[in-house]
């Protein structure tokens, strides 16, 4: 039977609460659950909660966490994606990992907790898989939140003159001016150190393009994770305020990719891009494999 | 703070549930509070709101005990298992839980929006010494019809379309069951709390009350008005204090919003010292009254 503990770990002078989910035989490996601001540890509507006992049933164990001043954690953090709180996160991650005898770690996070599995991944060795969820936008992950200076100054022209501002947004999402995407620099630190799965919610076309994106990261020499670009169509989800019907199916795909991660057999063909048994779950290139898939590597023979 | 808080793992309406126990790190708890979260995503939105709090009537000498009824949080069962009656059995058992714990027999109920409905009914089944109501859901009709509006949005957002042209008191006769923000709603929990009308409720309650209003008006609410008139109808001392706050509209919703360059905002923090600070205050005075150090009422 799946045991819970909710624990305070002390943290600096703060101490931040957390709740501790083992299945009833050894773990395969501790997943770090990390949600967005202003959600508490079992994320809305249980997201995590659901989630870290559908990862007991797979043999993970999972540890959730309260970000400093939300839930029952105390102290207080920029509330800034360019500073996440990566070291409380490492701090509970380590508690956890010596508790339970553990030296494998994959990290699931969304907004806020996607920045931080990025950092935690590029500084903890344990850590060799991380899945984002990525809700409509990538914006969180993007330098100045996608927002180029010619963007920002044609938005600041067209704000004083309102009735410029519909053509301006109509120009601005023209593919021809769409500009590169710019991940921040923690997305290429995690790669040189873990497998990257985006989990996209949102529309085919802006999961092909951050796919395009991200495989430019994935195949440069220094990259020795594999990237992938994960499709659950749909409108907007608005804050993970999941409506009822998606969560069974985000939480399926991203027990699927945890399960392919820290699977014993090695990775092959069979778990290219979108490979996901769910219903609503689409690959985003699955007739070509496209850029992504051709930029995985095997899990075998990962360099340190 | 000179508090100490535990965790407890109590089994609480048929499951498993977490729940902490705030106290004060030198000598007795004079009382002890229980607070009632709200309902559905509320619980997530006010949560960061009840925690303060909470450690603030503990540094105050209170012992207080917070938890995740059945179907939020870290509880056992899902939210499938979230109705009216869940939210006051499970709140009960919380009573019984900390008297059982501290011992202490001076109870008092404390909840924010349909948190403060919880507590105001529990408090009056069993004749509490007092309760603490911030901004309480009063109809029970009026918050299913927010709750039914707010299932219109999720439904366009998500799916790009509405999948009824009809209201959503049809799509909830149709399909059983509506999708608030990803909370399930389902037809006899949206009946059963449309039948709440806290004023004509309440029975035998006849301690302290504090009513708190959260608003950008200063004026009483009407319904706020008949549910202290009841208070003191029945034999109790209710104070009502209204809170005025530009964010007061945002009570019970995400806290957090967007700002330039990555950065967020909190919303609601003025409104949450504010409403903190002078509900602390309201304590400190019924606790004078109840060590005789005398408050003029």
Partial sequence: MTSETPVFIPFREERLAAVITEPDSHPRALILLLQGLGSPRSHRNQLWTRIARALAAEGFASVRLDWPEVGDSTGSFPAELDSPPAEEAIAVTQTALDALGLDRVGIIGNCLGARTALVVASRLEACTSIACIVEGSPASLLRGEGKTAPHRAAKRMAGHVPRLAKKVRRILRTRRIQPRMRFVPEVSSALRAADLMFLFLGSETAARRLERSIAGLAGTADAHGRAEVRLIPTGAAFGMRLSVDLQPTVIDALIEWMDESFSLAPVGEDHAVGRLGVDRTVPVHAEDRGPVAAAQRPDVGKEP | ?297
């Fill in chain 2, 1 to 297: 703070m000179g508090i100490v808080e535990e965790f407890l793992t109590p089994t609480i309406g048929g499951g498993r549930t977490v729940a902490v126990l705030a106290r004060p790190l030198s000598g007795t708890a004079s009382m002890g509070w229980v607070i009632c979260h709200s309902f559905g995503l509320e619980q997530v939105f006010l949560q960061p709101l009840e925690t303060p709090f909470a450690r603030g009537l503990a540094a105050a000498g209170c012992a207080v005990l917070r938890f995740h009824c059945q179907g939020y949080g870290d509880a056992e069962l899902t939210a499938e298992h979230i109705s009216m009656r869940s939210h006051i059995d499970d709140s009960l058992k919380a009573v019984e839980l900390l008297t059982s714990v501290t011992q202490i027999d001076h109870i008092g109920l404390m909840g924010a929006r349909f948190g403060g409905t919880v507590a105001a009914l529990v408090a009056d089944r069993l004749e509490a010494q007092a309760m603490i109501l911030w901004d309480p859901i009063v109809s029970g009709r009026t918050y299913m019809r927010t709750m039914a509006r707010l299932s219109v949005m999720t439904e366009l957002l998500t799916h790009r379309r509405s999948s009824n042209s009809a209201d959503p008191l049809t799509v909830l006769r149709e399909k059983g069951a509506l999708d608030v923000q990803g909370f399930p709603l389902r037809r006899e929990v949206f009946e059963e709390i449309s039948k709440v009308d806290l004023p004509s409720d309440l029975l035998r309650f006849k301690g302290d009350s504090l009513l708190v209003q959260v608003s950008r008006s200063a004026t009483v609410r009407p319904g706020l008005q008949l549910l202290s008139h009841r208070l003191e109808e029945l034999g109790g001392n209710a104070r009502s204090e209204v809170v005025t706050d530009r964010a007061a509209d945002k009570f019970g919703r995400p806290r957090f919003r967007s700002r330039a360059a990555g950065k967020k905002v909190d919303t609601q923090s003025t409104l949450a010292q504010s409403l903190i600070s002078r509900t602390l205050s309201w304590e400190r005075g019924l606790s004078e009254d109840r060590t005789g150090s005398g408050r003029q009422r």
